[in-house]
């Protein structure tokens, strides 16, 4: 069962240049959420999706897009890279009593440098 | 605003008990969830409580008081493998299913 899938786990950009973190679950969750992680912070929720063909913007939308055209995947678009994006970015998801109970599946992170 | 406050550091020796307060500060409560972070590792899902009271599984527990807007997590019998951050999160209401996040306390468990 793999559960919440993200790539890449490692990645290093340049200034500028655009890229973009995949996401996929196997639990036919209709929750899914991308979140980024400073080192010694708590989570920031950046756009999350309630269900395919629909998303919301987080706490920090900024410089970041994302899609839903199917139950299973999220990427998030990087466009114009900059250092203040240098982050761990988790993606979760959670089925229809996960916001209820406030359970949620993480992926295992990717790590972005942006140097 | 809304806001959770966590102790940032925390520091116990094995085979004792540790408890990490969460205190919060939000327009409306659903529930309170606490999440385990190894280093380096995905957050994993460790309890709610949506009510008031004790909620107990193995060697973990947590605690709920709405009144006092206060929880915490109960950890005993520590083990080496125990030292990781450990969030509490609220369901707030009116927020759409979207969690706020404290910003974690960190746990070393010393032999």
């Known amino acids: 069962n793999a559960g919440v899938t993200q790539t890449p786990k490692f990645r290093i950009l340049k200034i500028g240049q655009s890229m973009t973190l995949q996401c996929t679950q196997d639990?036919?969750?209709?929750?899914m959420y991308w979140y980024r992680q400073d080192p010694g912070m708590g989570l920031k929720l950046i756009y999350y999706?309630?269900?395919?063909?629909?998303?919301d913007k987080g706490e920090v939308p900024n410089g970041y897009n994302v899609s839903r055209s199917t139950t299973e995947d999220f990427p998030l678009r990087l466009e114009l890279a900059a250092p203040s994006q240098t982050s761990v970015y988790f993606c979760?998801?959670?089925?229809?009593?996960?916001?209820?109970?406030?359970?949620?599946?993480f992926g295992e992170g990717s790590r972005l440098t942006v140097l | 605003g809304q806001s959770l406050e966590q102790p940032s550091e925390v520091t116990a020796v094995e085979g004792a008990i540790v408890q990490i307060n969460c205190t919060y500060q939000?327009?409306?409560?659903?529930?309170l969830s606490w999440y385990q972070q190894h280093d380096g590792g995905a957050p994993t899902f460790l309890s709610y409580?949506?009510l008031d009271g004790l909620e107990e599984t193995g060697r973990f527990s947590s605690f709920l008081s709405r009144s006092d807007s206060y929880g915490y997590l109960l950890l005993q019998e520590l083990q080496m493998k125990d030292s990781a951050s450990y969030f509490c999160?609220?369901?707030?209401?009116?927020?759409?299913?979207?969690?706020?996040w404290g910003l974690g306390t960190s746990l070393a468990v010393n032999p």
């Open positions: 979760a998801s959670s089925g229809a009593q996960g916001p209820n109970t406030g359970e949620l599946f």
């Open positions: 639990m036919n969750h209709n929750y």
């Open positions: 999706s309630v269900g395919a063909g629909i998303t």
């Open positions: 939000t327009s409306g409560f659903y529930g």
């Open positions: 409580n949506a």
């Open positions: 999160a609220v369901r707030a209401a009116g927020n759409n299913r979207k969690l706020i």
